[in-house]
């Protein structure tokens, strides 16, 4: 029986992949990840190892769809949020979709995949939502659908 797709919510904001930091140990320089970054990619990693349930890493080509699903601000109307709600109102402002995608992509690397160069086709969308989350659904390529999120304009979330 297969396992597939993999299919896992990750509640709270969004983090966005920061840009690298960099240090001085013994006058040589060191790279690391913003402490934030570092932190959201521990929560996304503990959320995917929980939807694995023991399976291995898949070692083929890989399909993937990611669905940020952004805070609606709480200064707008009811209006603009009703809109927002329904994907009239799309969010267009940073941080940008790949920047999400790198967060995801590095939080997951070695537990639903061996590695993120698997990764032949990806689908990332942004949309605002009243509780924030990441969707991600993974599948072997080939027995990608392009279903596995829905559509925000049926519900199917």
């Not at 940020?68 to 940073?94: M, N």
């Not at 990806?122 to 990441?134: D, M, N």
Request: charged share 25%.
């Amino acid at each position: 029986m297969s396992r597939w797709p993999i299919k896992f919510e990750v509640p709270g904001d969004p983090v966005a992949q920061g840009r690298p930091r960099v240090s001085t140990i013994n006058g040589r320089p060191r790279m690391y990840d913003a402490p934030k970054s570092a932190s959201y990619k521990g929560v996304v990693a503990m959320f995917a190892s929980h939807a694995m349930r023991g399976i291995a890493p898949l070692d083929g080509a890989v399909s993937m769809s990611i669905m940020v699903q952004k805070k609606i601000p709480k200064s707008w109307s009811k209006k603009k949020k009703s809109q927002a709600i329904k994907g009239e109102v799309k969010p267009t402002s940073r941080p940008d979709v790949d920047n999400y995608t790198k967060a995801i992509l590095d939080g997951i690397n070695g537990i639903v995949f061996l590695d993120d160069c698997q990764v032949t086709r990806l689908i990332v969308s942004k949309h605002y939502a009243e509780q924030p989350s990441v969707i991600v659904v993974v599948n072997r390529d080939g027995d990608y659908s392009g279903k596995e999120l829905g559509s925000q304009e049926s519900g199917e979330f």
